[in-house]
């Protein structure tokens, strides 16, 4: 999921929640 610059990563299952701010 891509969203303005902005990159969420589920992992586990959407148990685990990683997001990265790109530029």
Do not use: D, F, N, P
Request: charged share 15%; hydrophobic share 35%; proline share 0%.
């Amino acid at each position: 999921v891509s969203q303005k610059g902005l990159v969420i990563v589920y992992t586990g299952g959407g148990k685990g929640k990683t997001s990265a701010a790109l530029g």
